[in-house]
């Protein structure tokens, strides 16, 4: 299988706190998400893709084909399951053809 890779830059146009990950309860603190290595800020690939799926979740709702890009490109979710999807049985529950790194 052949991959094709791309990559995005990414302009905050508002302020952006990505979380490290720790309970705070609510509040913000200036825990930042850093890489290992070199202690760089990154936004991590689970969050980048919850973000991105979520955005176009919003924007396409009420269009079915594109629902049904949306399962193609970032997989089912829990909230299939909720609507009725059983996505551990049935035969459509499948990871997104997409990958995503931080």
């Not at 508002?14 to 825990?31: E, I, K, P």
Request: with cysteine; hydrophobic share 30%.
């Amino acid at each position: 299988m052949e991959y094709k890779t791309e990559a995005y830059l990414i302009t905050c146009l508002t302020n952006l706190h990505v979380g490290s990950g720790d309970t705070n309860y609510g509040v913000v603190d200036n825990l930042v998400q850093r890489d290992t290595v070199t202690d760089v800020p990154v936004i991590n690939s689970s969050s980048l893709k919850g973000a991105l799926r979520e955005y176009f979740r919003r924007k396409w709702q009420n269009d079915k084909d594109k629902n049904l890009m949306l399962n193609y490109i970032f997989g089912y979710d829990k909230t299939d399951a909720a609507a009725g999807t059983d996505t551990t049985t049935n035969s459509k529950a499948k990871k997104g053809e997409y990958k995503f790194f931080s």
